[in-house]
């Protein structure tokens, strides 16, 4: 019975914080495009989240709109003997992101910014009598950061940046419990709860010449606090004094976030960026809840997590046509799984992931500016088990993500 509580809290670690099937690198369309990376070189208003010091190279009034179709696929075939495999049921998702950034004044080195952006926004839903619906039924996650930033152009060569976050979250998650009542009805949990935190993005941006550039930014750790979820039980009329409907606290940990990146610009018309990003997933050791309502059957609870940190790659090219009002962009990325053996579960069957990027930016006219991009994500075939819960199984997810986006200057 333990195990069946313990489930709840890694549930609600690795649907609310940044698993790799729900770290989404999508705040960006044009960076999307090319694998992801943006540190390096500023190209529109979404360097607000990309590098906040790049705000110092937008020399006008800029609005950013953009919106994402994510369509994920995941399989789950049981091990050993691969018989009854199961398909998640497909579902679409539309991740948007807002910015805004603005000089203070003519000719002023100080920029102010706005990101409004979903950062980890997805969910999974298998179906209600799969094998693992002790595990999961369905679960959903929602989130929206709020960054307000301030970027000084110290010279030239050398500008800084900072934005400050605030995160709010909502969940939901639903699976069955193993009782039935007398008509034949099994049991169930339900799990819902709002979450909010605080973070800051910091970044540096250095140009020594018009052919390189560099970032460097930082990402705090942003720890999002539920103080009333709620947790509701269906169970048979003689268990319900011992699964009480209640409400709990928690703190899930999201990780900090460490950035290099270089750009390069050959010629008048080809822009490569180059990005590794050091990860610190080793916050998630373990998660503890705290129940209001306790019995002899649900205790607080701490399930172990063990994340392990990770450095992410990416890299992507720019190449803008003769007649300057169209780009062509591709990239690449590579996104190890920071989920260890023993720790695989089909709530969030974490892999390595390979991500190839392509897309087209517009300039309508002088002002607006449309850029559509194409993001296909190839988790590798993962089999893997939870020692906690003792399911084993292969996972396969693959997610086909378009976007598209609209730029406005007012220059």
Request: charged share 15%.
């Amino acid at each position: 019975m333990k195990k069946h509580f313990l489930l709840i809290g890694s549930l609600l670690l690795s649907s609310m914080v940044f698993g790799q099937a729900y770290q989404r690198n999508v705040q960006g369309i044009r960076q999307q495009a090319m694998g992801g990376a943006g540190a390096a070189i500023p190209s529109d208003a979404a360097t607000v989240f990309y590098n906040p010091a790049g705000m110092g190279a937008l020399e006008n009034i800029s609005v950013y709109a953009s919106m994402n179709l994510m369509m994920p696929r995941t399989r789950y075939i049981p091990a050993p003997t691969g018989a009854g495999t199961v398909d998640a049921k497909e579902e679409n998702y539309t991740p948007f992101n807002v910015y805004f950034v603005s000089p203070l004044g003519y000719k002023s080195p100080l920029r102010i910014g706005m990101g409004i952006y979903t950062p980890f926004g997805t969910g999974i839903t298998w179906d209600d009598n799969w094998t693992g619906r002790y595990l999961v039924q369905e679960m959903r996650l929602n989130t929206t950061f709020f960054q307000p930033s301030l970027s000084w152009q110290i010279n030239d060569q050398f500008s800084i940046g900072a934005g400050f976050i605030y995160a709010r979250g909502n969940f939901d998650y639903r699976r069955a419990m193993p009782y039935i009542d007398q008509n034949g009805t099994e049991s169930s949990t339900e799990l819902t709860g709002r979450a909010n935190g605080v973070g800051y993005n910091l970044g540096l941006h250095i140009k020594p010449n018009d052919d390189i550039q560099f970032g460097i930014t930082y990402r705090s750790r942003v720890n999002m606090n539920i103080k009333n979820g709620y947790a509701y039980f269906k169970t048979p009329s003689s268990l319900q004094p011992s699964f009480l409907n209640t409400s709990f606290e928690t703190s899930l940990p999201m990780p900090q976030v460490v950035t290099v990146a270089l750009g390069v610009t050959p010629n008048d018309y080809l822009s490569l960026q180059f990005e590794a990003a050091y990860t610190g997933w080793a916050a998630f050791d373990s998660l503890r809840f705290d129940y209001d309502n306790n019995t002899a059957l649900l205790q607080d609870e701490a399930s172990p997590r063990r994340y392990r940190n990770s450095i992410s790659l990416r890299a992507g090219a720019k190449y803008t046509l003769k007649d300057e009002r169209w780009d062509v962009m591709l990239g690449a990325a590579y996104l190890p799984s920071p989920v260890r053996e023993g720790f695989l579960s089909p709530e969030l069957p974490d892999a390595t992931h390979f991500l190839a990027t392509g897309g087209l930016s517009f300039k309508i006219s002088k002002r607006i500016t449309a850029i559509g991009s194409v993001q296909y994500t190839l988790g590798e075939v993962r089999t893997g088990l939870s020692t906690e819960h003792g399911f084993k199984g292969k996972y396969l997810t693959k997610v086909l993500n378009p976007g598209l986006a609209l730029t406005y200057d007012f220059n």
